[in-house]
């Protein structure tokens, strides 16, 4: 049974930082890239931050770009989004997604992110 489980969301003050993680299992993780998207209240879901299986390149969104390292651990399967200086336009649900060409692609149920003093 496939499984992606988020964890690490909560409130938190503008200027602060949070650390997402992506639990995996019942797939080869290693050969899937893995993204992070988020979807905020009345908006469509976006790509923030994207690495490939072996972790070797990334890619980020411009709104996250210099804020946000996207990282991952093959050994325990999990996936990571290490958000720095959030403001209230952080403020969604992450979704972490796991992807093997265009074919396989599988996602975790959300966790939220608010960004409020």
């Known amino acids: 049974q496939v499984q992606l489980v988020e964890s690490g969301g909560g409130l938190v003050q503008p200027g602060g930082s949070l650390r997402l993680s992506c639990a995996c299992s019942?797939?080869?993780?290693?050969?899937?890239?893995m993204n992070w998207y988020r979807q905020a209240p009345g908006k469509e879901r976006e790509l923030v931050a994207s690495i490939t299986s072996a972790g070797d390149t990334t890619y980020y969104a411009d709104s996250v770009k210099g804020r946000f390292t996207i990282s991952r651990d093959n050994d325990k399967k999990t996936g990571y989004l290490q958000m720095n200086s959030l403001n209230s336009e952080d403020t969604a649900v992450y979704y972490c997604?796991?992807?093997?060409?265009?074919?396989?692609?599988?996602w975790g149920q959300g966790t939220q992110v608010t960004v409020s003093s």
């Open positions: 997604n796991a992807r093997r060409q265009s074919r396989y692609v599988y």
């Open positions: 019942g797939f080869t993780f290693s050969m899937y890239a």
